[in-house]
Structure formats: C-alpha cells, structure tokens
C-alpha cells in the first residue's frame, strides 16, 4: 500500500464530510502520513526492506562504495574462495585499532570490514582488510532507505496504527491510547515478521518472495 491510497483511505475515513476537507485537513493527514511512515520503517529492521547487490571491488583500493539506497549493512559475502565467505563486519573504532595504517596494507581476498560514511564523496562505502588485490565481486544484503514506496500487506496494521498517533491530539487520552497501541502492533509485527513457508520463524525479502534468493547462497540460485 502506498502513502497516496493511505491518504485517500483517511481523507475517506476520517473525514466523510466534504465541507470538512480543505487545506488545513490535508496538511494534517498528510504531516501524520510522514510521521506514522518515519516511526515505522525505523522501528524494526524489517525483512521488506532487506534487498540485494554485487558490489565489486578494484585492485589495491582498500575501499567500495554501497548503493544510493543502503541505510545500513545485513552481511557481505565474497566468492573468490571455493564456499564463498561471510565478511567479519567490525565497527569503526575496531577496524581503526585493529587494522593497520593503510601504507601498511597487505594485498588479498577481504576478510574484515566497517562501514563508513565519506563526508568528501558523500556516499555510504566499506572499507575492506585485506586490501583486495583484484576485482573481487562482494554479495551485499542491506536495508534500504524509506522512499514512500509500498508496504506489504501484512505490516500494514502497523503502519496505520504508527499514523494513528499523529491524528489524535498531543497530551490527551487519545494520543496515549493510540501510542500505546502502535507500541502493541509494532511489538506483533516483530514476532511474524519474515516466516518461512512451513511457519518457523525466519528472514527472507518479501519483495523477491517469486525469484527468490531465501537461502545463504542466494548469489547461485536461479
């Protein structure tokens, strides 16, 4: 469900009365929208928003860059070994202790990573040790940034209810009641999100849910 057909069920819902509509309930519905839209998407790393790539590396160049939509690292998996390897994800403090000073780098198949932000290129990039000594191919699993894209069908009790807290009046009973009901949704939704066909619980991306991958090596599939 997209953010436009949530504002038509609202404007629909709430507001039956045409006489009642107009600028100020617009820009009420649609503050809510983007609001209840932010609380949701940030409150859980849903399986939705896990997606794939193949970043691919350049010889003697300890960096990478991530795509325009990364907002935040699941795992990173090279395949130049026989099983292919899940990169060990340090966090920036480590791999600045741990890792040596670049003019001291050797050359390899990456082993460790972190993730960075490059203010100069402004773009999200990994920083990898060894340093690769070929044009390595990198299998990412990330999450993507909320573009007002869809929400599939499942979460969408959830997203309401995060919406719900913004069309109530701030400080009242209302507005406690409607929190403390998104809280629950959210709380529900955490325990479903991403099961597996024969109902164990498990992480798979909803949007690949007809190709695939659902697997580990999801990189040889199809």
Request: proline content about 5%; charged content about 30%; hydrophobic content about 30%.
């Amino acid at each position: 469900m997209t953010r436009s057909t949530i504002e038509k069920h609202l404007q629909t819902l709430l507001f039956v009365n045409k006489q009642a509509k107009g600028k100020d309930v617009d820009s009420l519905i649609g503050s809510a929208i983007s609001m209840g839209y932010e609380d949701f998407w940030g409150a859980y790393p849903w399986a939705f928003k896990e997606t794939h790539d193949t970043v691919t590396t350049t010889a003697s160049t300890e960096t990478v860059e991530l795509p325009d939509d990364f907002d935040g690292i699941v795992s990173a998996v090279e395949h130049e070994t026989t099983d292919g390897r899940k990169l060990r994800k340090l966090s920036p403090d480590e791999y600045d202790r741990l890792i040596p000073y670049s003019e001291d780098l050797t050359t390899d198949t990456p082993a460790y990573y972190k993730v960075y932000y490059d203010r100069e290129d402004e773009v999200w990039k990994l920083a990898l040790y060894p340093t690769p000594d070929s044009a390595i191919s990198l299998y990412i699993t990330y999450h993507t940034i909320e573009n007002g894209g869809e929400v599939p069908g499942k979460y969408i009790g959830g997203l309401y209810a995060s919406i719900g807290k913004y069309i109530t009046m701030f400080g009242t009973k209302e507005r406690q009641a409607a929190i403390m009901e998104a809280n629950a949704e959210i709380e529900r939704l955490k325990i479903i999100d991403g099961p597996n066909a024969d109902g164990t619980i498990g992480r798979f991306l909803d949007a690949w849910e007809a190709e695939g991958p659902r697997s580990k090596r999801w990189y040889e599939e199809g």
